[in-house]
């Protein structure tokens, strides 16, 4: 039951972060913050990221080798920490998808009758 | 989560520190681009971060691995609060090393030479093979078993279902006289089947077969590894070669790897045992048996195998009355090989091992003491923390891993020690311990040490870990800043410390009491010889191809005899078949007095030793004549049928030493002479020092016609018995007679002597250490116990002082503690001893597990000890100046 109701700040889905983080690396690499942006944006500001828990799901992505990190200047150059994916991150950004798609569905499948008769 | 992280995830925190400000640094400019002041916007970007420190520690978790963590913390913890006081770890380091180093010394040999197999192939398997002879005690020799004769080894071999293979073998010197200057070897002969059951195949060529063991041809020998390294220099050329052993060419067949024994005995050579078939007998006891059981078979079916032999065996061979065989009620009596070899030394290793054991007890009891007096101090350091927050668990096991950990420490150095006494102690090479040479610190002993610093880590850290944590945190807060009274429970904890040292330390001494008074009992035995270290004794072999005639062989032993007393100092020589507790196979027969049928069915007597000497050999070892004359020359050559008898057969027989004289008696079966009885000698020790006198019969040299004792032991008395240059002068005296005799075993009596000493000089020096070691440990328990007292106690001192309490009267309550409580714990251990030393029982000699002396002894001194050790701390307890302590808070 959610406290409040928009935008979700709620936590994200198991996995779900890291499937969000992993598809918005798909465009190239970016660091923490523009990563945080890109998902709010793209999501029209309804997932807002936890840092703390975007921060540690970037930190594991990368322990298992999807994701690889380097140092380098940010768009107003200082530096910032960058993330791009590694091939295995690539070949997993379409196994994630596919299952997030699954996910979207079975939720939809779920919540349909209720938001069929008001 | 890798290794890698973990070992570097301080790094990782470090990255991930500065991701975070970059992180709040790009928001920052964001902010600001929206318009929002610099400071607004730092807050903004920090307050949507979030907690920082948050977010770091979930990572840093998610890089460790929980358990090592903690444990790695608290071991350096530990580490560092050991550096800090560093007098403290170096004397619980030294006295815990001590403590383990000796444990793991003591439980090395123990494993090395009771646990351990035997260095042959499936060791399990083999046995030895003696026989039972209740019906004749005086035939059994130092071991307590009756040995095979040649005649039984031979049905044993051919009829036996139970044996892969048996074997008898026989350690003798022999002469090896083609290769350079003729030399003694030690050799071993050893018949068909002795190397088969043992099973270890020959470095180069090839065992012994039973063919060579028939007489004719050129006989077979093989080299001992060491032999054929000294002599031939390792020569894979060898096989082949022909070397003279006692006179007869023998051709070199094969070689024994290194470190190859038969049983428990080394030898330079191993010669085929000859046997003629058509010439055995009944008798000729001499032979060690060795044999591998077959699959499936055990010691006793193999004992019922050879008993079903028994009949076969009578009525298969010759010599001695079927009736006095019947009599002597031979049995077999397999035993497993490694009870021979390790024989009665497992149980002084068990007693030292006890001991040893009670030493490192005494010393955690030290170091424990040590401990709750740290604790102690840090009782308050320890309270704070809880206040903090720190858990009763956490505390409970930082004060155990510190103990822990302290041990492991004493455990390692605690290793070297071990190594080093190893070492020490093989190189020192004790006589009597066998197996020296299979010693060795290996896994087994290193978990043992391991396993014992866990043990003792655990112990030392229990009192003072169960007790601290658990305080209430209030009432130490409290004591912040003030000397508080020490409680009455870590008195009592303290004090029963001290009681149990003592009592422990009264059993180790107890232990090391009685092992003295062994000892002198021992050194008090007459053993039938003096001075014996002006003894000097060597082996000399007349072989028959060397000098066939016995009449020769004689007359050659009589001018070595006359050579060697010439030599200048020399005041007595002579000669006979083995001196006493020389270690060589005696030579037994019954006897039959004249006139006095013995027995039911006037068969020969009990059987008795017989030994061969020359004239002059009593007067030259110092064995007194009790009664009568020794023998002479002219009784020699002309083989006259006299013989010599020891004080206790003259004894038994004719009721006195007087009496015996000119009185007739027969040894062997009923052809043999009677022969004159012309002297009685004084009872000698021959089987050791600790084993009774067995009844002798002396004969001279030349005891028949045909007979001749011609490997003999000569024993020559001067002041420098034992020099070099007396040595050469000796071999010089012996071969200008021959030069191919060789001389071996050359050593003095005292040598022989000390010998026969050596386990209970061994055991003496273990518990005389452990117990020395135990007195001091013991003794720096209450001197610690009471110093500690009184530094806690000055307040109280200085108040007592102050109102009048004499200097004296102060250090008589002190020095009253410490015997108190010493008298407590030499009671619990008189106790105690009287229970345990019983298990020593067989190590003492004349001497009772229960001997007062000993206790009193023992008692007194502890509670000397004790109160000296009191009092030096008391003295300083009645210094004290009432104003200064009082002051002091």
């Known amino acids: 039951m959610p406290t409040r109701d928009s935008p979700m700040h709620s936590e994200l889905l198991q996995g779900t972060l890291d499937m969000l983080v992993l598809h918005t690396l798909v465009l190239g690499a970016a660091h923490g913050h523009a990563i945080a942006h890109a998902i709010a944006r793209q999501s029209d500001a309804v997932l807002q990221v936890e840092h703390g828990s975007l921060y540690p799901a970037l930190h594991r992505l990368d322990d298992r080798g999807w994701i690889t990190s380097f140092w380098g200047p940010s768009e107003n150059n200082r530096k910032a920490k960058y993330y791009r994916l590694t091939p295995e991150g690539r070949k997993q950004v379409g196994a994630q998808a596919a299952r997030g798609q699954q996910l979207v569905h079975a939720i939809g499948r779920i919540l349909e009758p209720v938001t069929a008769q008001p | ?889």
Request: a positive charge; one cysteine or more; proline letters at 6%.
């Open chain 2, 1 to 889: 989560m890798s290794w890698m992280r973990f070992m570097r995830r301080r790094h990782w925190d470090d990255e991930r520190a500065r991701e975070l400000q970059s992180y709040v640094e790009i928001e920052t400019s964001d902010n600001i681009a929206r318009g929002m002041t610099p400071d607004a916007a730092r807050h903004a970007a920090g307050r949507k971060l979030g907690n920082r420190t948050r977010i770091r520690e979930d990572i840093y978790t998610m890089n460790t691995m929980g358990v090592l963590e903690t444990w790695g913390r608290d071991v350096r913890y530990g580490v560092r609060v050991l550096r800090r006081n560093p007098t403290f770890a170096a004397v619980a380091l030294l006295t815990l090393a001590l403590g383990i180093g000796a444990n793991t010394a003591a439980f090395a040999v123990l494993n090395s030479v009771l646990f351990e197999p035997l260095p042959y192939p499936n060791a399990d398997e083999l046995v030895a093979v003696w026989n039972r002879a209740p019906g004749t005690p005086g035939l059994a020799d130092v071991s307590g078993g009756l040995r095979l004769s040649p005649s039984m080894y031979v049905t044993y071999a051919e009829g036996n279902r139970t044996f892969e293979h048996i074997g008898i073998w026989s350690p003798r010197a022999a002469a090896v006289t083609a290769v350079s200057e003729p030399e003694q070897m030690r050799s071993i002969a050893v018949s068909d089947g002795t190397l088969q059951a043992l099973g270890v195949p020959p470095q180069l060529g090839r065992w012994f077969s039973a063919a060579d063991q028939n007489p004719g041809g050129t006989p077979a020998v093989m080299l001992g590894h060491g032999y054929w390294q000294r002599r031939f220099g390792g020569d894979r050329n060898v096989l082949g070669r022909i070397i003279t052993v006692e006179a007869v060419p023998h051709e070199i067949i094969g070689v024994m790897p290194r470190g190859f024994r038969v049983v428990d005995t080394d030898a330079d050579i191993l010669v085929p045992l000859r046997l003629e078939r058509s010439r055995l007998l009944r008798t000729g006891f001499t032979y060690l048996g060795v044999a591998r059981l077959k699959p499936g078979a055990t010691i006793a079916t193999a004992n019922a195998d050879l008993a079903r032999m028994f009949s076969t065996w009578l009525n298969g061979w010759p010599g001695g009355s079927t009736q006095f065989y019947e009599s002597m009620r031979l049995t077999p009596d397999i035993r497993p090989l490694k009870q021979d070899v390790v024989g009665g030394v497992g149980r002084i290793l068990w007693v030292v091992m006890g001991t040893i054991g009670i030493v490192l007890l005494i010393a955690c009891a030290n170091v424990t003491n040590l401990l709750l007096v740290r604790a102690e101090g840090r009782q308050q350091e320890v309270a704070l923390r809880a206040a903090l927050g720190a858990g009763s668990w956490r505390l409970t096991r930082e004060l155990l891993l510190e103990s822990v950990l302290l041990a492991l420490i004493g455990g390692l150095l605690g290793i070297a020690a071990a190594h080093a006494a190893l070492r020490l102690l093989v190189s020192f090479g004790p006589v009597g311990l066998p197996r020296l040479e299979d010693i060795a610190l290996d896994a087994r002993a290193l978990t043992f040490a391991l396993l014992v610093s866990l043990g003792a880590g655990v112990l030392l850290g229990l009192a003072p870990a169960l007790k601290y944590p658990r305080r209430r945190i209030a009432a130490a807060l409290h004591g912040i800043g003030r000397t508080v009274g020490i409680s009455r429970e870590r008195h009592r904890t303290q004090n029963l410390l001290v009681v149990a040292q003592v009592a422990l330390a009264l059993v180790l001494l107890v232990g090391s009491g009685l092992m003295i008074r062994t000892f002198q009992a021992l050194r008090a035995v007459e053993p039938g010889f003096t001075n014996p270290e002006q003894l000097q004794i060597m082996r000399i072999v007349i072989p028959t191809p060397t000098v066939a005639e016995p009449e020769r062989v004689v007359r050659l032993q009589n001018d070595i005899v006359n050579s060697l007393a010439a030599i200048p100092g020399v005041v007595s020589v002579g000669y006979v078949n083995s001196m006493p507790m020389e270690g060589l196979p005696p030579s037994s027969d019954p006897i039959t007095v004249e006139g006095r049928p013995v027995g039911p069915s006037d068969g020969p007597g009990p059987v008795r030793r017989l030994k061969y000497l020359s004239p002059g050999l009593l007067a030259a070892s110092g064995t007194r004549l009790v009664a009568g004359r020794d023998l002479t020359w002219a009784e020699v050559y002309d083989v006259r049928p006299v013989v010599l008898v020891s004080e206790n057969l003259a004894r038994e027989v004719w009721g006195s030493p007087a009496d015996a004289l000119g009185k007739r008696i027969r040894v062997g079966g009923p052809q043999a002479p009677w022969r004159e009885v012309i002297g009685v000698a004084q009872d000698v020790r021959d089987n050791g020092v600790d084993a009774p006198a067995p009844a002798i019969v002396y004969f001279s040299a030349r005891f028949s016609r045909d007979g001749v004792t011609r490997a003999t032991t000569f024993v020559v008395r001067s002041p420098q018995a034992g020099t070099a240059d007396f040595l050469r002068q000796v071999q010089e005296a012996i071969w200008a007679n021959n030069p191919t005799l060789p001389v071996g075993a050359t050593q003095t009596m005292q040598d022989v002597y000390a010998r026969s000493l050596a386990r209970p000089t061994f055991t003496l020096l273990m518990l005389g250490l452990a117990g020395s070691v135990a007195l001091a440990l013991g003794v720096i328990g209450i001197y610690g116990l009471i110093s500690y007292t009184v530094t806690q106690r000055r307040r109280e001192i200085g108040i007592r002082l102050a109102l009048g309490a004499s200097q004296a009267e102060v250090r008589r309550r002190f020095v009253r503690h410490g015997v108190i409580l010493t008298s407590v714990g030499v009671a619990l251990g008189v106790i105690t001893a009287m229970a345990v030393t019983r298990l020593m029982t067989s190590l003492l000699f004349e001497v009772s597990p229960l001997d007062p002396l000993t206790y009193v002894a023992v008692a007194v001194l502890l509670v000397m000890a004790a109160a000296v050790a009191s009092y030096v701390p008391a003295r300083r307890a009645s210094a004290v100046q009432p104003v200064e302590a009082l002051a002091a808070d």
